[in-house]
């Protein structure tokens, strides 16, 4: 039987993923402000779909209802200037690892553009999603997650992988604004 998710933060991602999970059939719940704890509490994976700003909040909110649940870290950490918050020697992941102790983080989705969250696809070809994490089993379930909605899902080992994870999330954003290319591309991975 699918996992019942539940996704905090209602914006571009948050909505693109729940319309790409509902139709691969999982029990979805999408939350704002005020409702993280409450979705947390009910789900089995927790996908944080909030600004990376926002995780302080996020995770005083979250306490310890994500205990031993997957959670899908889909950030990325910006500044005000729009350049790459973290990187090197930590990640966005693997801070929010330390803040949800206790959580089985996991880094996905945040090297893709929204506008495909719902298919996996761009110009109807599949995109790849790397996914990186510690926990087998959690990994795994997001994996799965990924491929349900339609994407690549690759796994990239562990949850250090998201330094990179994220380099590639932040090219993804210099091309398709900076770059101009728009937001209708995708990295493919040949495997
Ligand atoms: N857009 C993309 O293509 C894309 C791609 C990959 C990764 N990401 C990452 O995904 C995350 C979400 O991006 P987005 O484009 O969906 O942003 P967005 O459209 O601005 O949505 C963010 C959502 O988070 C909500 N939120 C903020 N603080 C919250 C809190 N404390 N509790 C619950 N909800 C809260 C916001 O609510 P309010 O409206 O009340 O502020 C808003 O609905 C970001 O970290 C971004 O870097 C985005």
Known sequence: MKQKVAI????NVGAALKRGLDRAGYETKIT???GARAAAEWGEIIILA????????VGKELGDSVKGKTVIDVTNPLTKEFGLAIGFTTSAAEEIQK???????VKGFNSVFASCMD????????VSVPIAGNDDAARKAALQLAGDIGFDAVDAGPLSNSRW???????N???GFMQKMGTDIGFKLVH
């Open 99 to 105: 803040r949800l102790a206790g959580a089985k983080v």
């Open 50 to 57: 909030v600004p990376y700003s926002e995780i302080e909040t």
């Open 173 to 175: 954003i210099q091309l």
């Open 8 to 11: 905090i933060g209602k914006g």
């Open 165 to 171: 994870i994220e380099a590639l999330g932040y090219l």
């Open 32 to 34: 704002g402000r005020g």
């Open 119 to 126: 298919s996996g696809k761009v110009k109807g070809e599949r």
